[in-house]
């Protein structure tokens, strides 16, 4: 008996193989600029796929021999002491030649560092971790993480490969020290073989980070946007995850679809998801299908939902409930009296608030709320 189809949609993770939605101007771009050294900055909304697009790429250079990749989230890492655990494991697992990873060699690796890691071995699964305790004199930590930095070059020079350094949730560099940037910066500017890749959440912050000529990083990465996958690429990859699992949409409700997610990568597949799950073996998807779908995803973000909606101020609330019945300019005179807004002052305080914190989005026809499911969730559970 052959088992059922696993669900071809997925969301929340990190999209790989088939469940990876085009991109593929992008994944070329990336990859010839990791190839080239090239420093790449991307910035995107919440959700719109950065991390997946990396590491795609990054995985694809690993595979065929071409780049030796480093990785560490700087959301993991909240002092020096932690990036410097997580810079060197990396270094160490994705980085160093096996030579070098056998248990008599590891401390070989780091040898030149100011503050020496201590490190341990698990008998069980033969991997090796890092610390570095804290209480070290700020100069020998600022020393160490130096070197660290140094290293993805000085190897990928001796193994005679391109390097690339991947920092996710960059922007919280200037939490872990803000003078770290300046640091990196000064190490980074001298490693034409390294790419680095910088992403981040907080889309504000990277822009200053990397657009203020008083900021370390003042241009000195190639700037890449994502935006949505527009509608002609994302339709025919749902039909085809349909297909293959034996069930089938047609056009009109896979326009039904985009239209309410607009072509936002996690909102669609998330929507996908429950959709598809609606749809038994061998039958094809109906509007009702649609409906309950969308049911099923704004229960499923009832309490995220809940948790921006609690923590927003009264004058946030009222901005994003008119937003959520009318995207458009609600700053406008008119437009305040139609949704009965308090004064202009509040709505501009509220906006740019609701805008720093990624919850609104300015386009070319006004503001609308970012994520196409909470303007679903605050019309029909907070009207």
Not at 210 to 223: G, L, T
Not at 233 to 243: E, G, H, T, W
Not at 344 to 363: F, N
Request: glycine fraction near 4%; charge should be negative; include cysteine.
């Amino acid at each position: 008996m052959s088992r059922p189809a696993p669900n071809p949609f997925r969301y929340g993770d990190l999209a790989f193989d088939e469940a990876f939605t085009d991109r593929e101007a992008e994944t070329r771009e990336l990859r010839a600029d990791v190839r080239n050294g090239q420093n790449v900055v991307l910035f995107a909304p919440r959700r719109y796929g950065k991390s997946s697009l990396v590491w795609r790429v990054m995985r694809e250079l690993v595979a065929t021999g071409d780049v030796l990749v480093a990785q560490v989230d700087l959301l993991a890492t909240p002092s020096k002491e932690k990036l410097a655990e997580k810079l060197a494991s990396s270094i160490y697992e994705d980085m160093a030649p096996p030579v070098l990873r056998a248990r008599d060699k590891v401390g070989s690796l780091f040898s030149g560092l100011r503050i020496t890691p201590r490190i341990l071995f698990d008998p069980n699964t033969g991997g090796v971790t890092f610390s570095f305790e804290a209480g070290h004199a700020r100069e020998d930590v600022d020393a160490t993480l130096e070197r660290l930095f140094e290293l993805p070059a000085q190897i990928a020079a001796e193994r005679r490969q391109r390097a690339a350094l991947v920092f996710d949730e960059f922007q919280e560099v200037v939490e872990i020290d803000p003078h770290l940037p300046a640091l990196m910066r000064s190490v980074f500017q001298r490693q034409s073989e390294v790419a680095h890749i910088y992403l981040g959440s907080k889309r504000a912050m990277m822009h200053r980070l990397f657009n203020d000529e008083n900021e370390p990083f003042w241009r000195s990465a190639k700037q890449m946007e994502l935006g949505v996958i527009h509608p002609d690429l994302f339709a025919p990859f749902i039909v085809r995850c349909f297909d293959r699992t034996d069930r089938r949409i047609d056009a009109t409700l896979v326009e039904r679809v985009l239209a309410v997610t607009r072509g936002h990568p996690y909102a669609t597949q998330e929507l996908c998801y429950f959709l598809w799950e609606e749809v038994p073996e061998g039958f094809s998807a109906t509007d009702a299908d649609v409906g309950d779908a969308l049911a099923a995803v704004l229960r499923s973000e009832n309490a995220h939902f809940s948790r921006i909606w609690d923590k927003a101020a009264r004058g946030q609330r009222l901005v994003l409930q008119a937003l959520a019945a009318e995207p458009d300019r609600p700053i406008s005179e008119e437009y305040r009296r139609r949704h009965s807004l308090p004064s202009d002052a509040t709505v501009r305080k509220a906006i740019r608030a609701l805008s720093d914190d990624e919850l609104v989005v300015r386009t070319a026809d006004g503001y609308r709320i970012a994520e196409p499911f909470f303007a679903e969730w605050a019309l029909r559970y907070e009207s």
